[in-house]
């Protein structure tokens, strides 16, 4: 082979080479597109290691995510939380999505958890971060060594947001509903405990007028007694030094003394009268009565007994006819 040959073939190999590592030429604008439109990214196919576009779901699917979002929000915020705590929660979440939704600015969509509200009513509530971060949208980042929730500015995002706002205002009504019961319970069982705290005192105040008006008659009685010993005291004095030609007067009794020696005398009164009832001895047996009630030259004899002003046999003869 010539020394021309040899050139020719090697020039063409490295054309060759050169053609293989230069970068691809770019295809001509098609006369159709608009002179303003951009170019797709990765032309007309999307890479296949990516995930596909949002679509929106069908009817069915969406409501099958409003029920999901019910029952989160139930077993998350509503039962672990008290009454209170959940409509703090749920009330805040709404304004929250109200204002992304009717404002245009930025500021709405980013929520630093250092924020009161958010700590105080969101975050303080069990299930209430987990329920803004997974299932309104948002996402977290950290600005500042504070973490951040933000909210994109998708379609997806933003019919996320509606879905949980939707099911937060319709548990809203029947847990305001339920707070304002339990409030009404709270007031009621309240003026309960202030009606027998009233009573319990109202009672006290009696029972302490009840003692005190015994202690002042037992005082009023001490006294009495105290001059009546003293005046007797002095009158005796005053009779051994003249030698008794001055009598002492009786000592006078106090009221409840002479109460007590009333009821004992009717005490013993009554048991004279059942003595005299009775007629029994000693022993407790009756005594019997033979007499006749014509005298003792009766014409016959009949034989009785006196019991409580009755007699034996109906005021019969017992014996002969």
Not at 171 to 178: G, H, I
Not at 233 to 244: I, Q
Not at 264 to 289: I, L, M, S
Not at 306 to 317: D, E, L, Q, S, Y
């Amino acid at each position: 082979m010539s020394s021309a040959a040899a050139d020719d073939a090697r020039a063409r190999r490295l054309a060759a080479i050169e053609a293989r590592l230069a970068p691809p030429a770019p295809e001509p604008a098609s006369s159709s597109a608009s002179p303003g439109a951009a170019t797709p990214l990765f032309g007309s196919r999307p890479p296949a290691h990516l995930p596909p576009a949002w679509t929106h779901p069908a009817p069915r699917e969406e409501n099958e995510r409003r029920r999901e979002l019910s029952r989160i929000l139930n077993r998350g915020i509503i039962r672990d939380s008290s009454y209170a705590q959940a409509v703090g929660c749920v009330e805040t979440l709404i304004k929250i999505a109200e204002n992304i939704q009717t404002h245009s600015d930025d500021k709405y969509r980013r929520l630093k958890t250092d924020n009161p509200a958010l700590k105080n009513k969101v975050f303080a509530a069990p299930g209430g971060r987990e329920f803004l971060a997974l299932h309104m949208g948002f996402r977290s980042e950290t600005h500042d060594f504070v973490q951040t929730f933000v909210l994109d500015r998708s379609e997806r995002r933003l019919y996320e947001l509606s879905l949980a706002t939707e099911a937060l205002r319709a548990a809203l009504p029947e847990l305001q509903s339920r707070l304002s019961t339990q409030n009404i319970g709270k007031v009621n069982a309240k003026a309960e405990e202030a009606r027998r705290a009233e009573a319990a005192k109202r009672l006290f105040e009696a029972d302490r007028e009840v003692v005190r008006e015994r202690v002042e008659r037992e005082r009023f009685a001490r006294e009495a007694r105290e001059k009546a010993a003293a005046e007797a005291a002095a009158r005796k004095a005053e009779h051994d030094a003249t030698g008794g030609l001055i009598e002492p007067e009786p000592a006078v009794r106090d009221e409840a003394a002479d109460k007590d020696g009333i009821e004992q005398d009717e005490d013993k009164t009554d048991e004279e009268e059942t003595d005299d009832d009775d007629e029994v001895d000693n022993k407790g047996d009756f005594r019997p009565d033979f007499s006749h009630p014509d005298g003792d030259d009766g014409p016959e004899i009949q034989y009785g007994t006196r019991h409580r002003g009755h007699r034996w046999g109906g005021g019969n003869k017992l014996g002969k006819e």
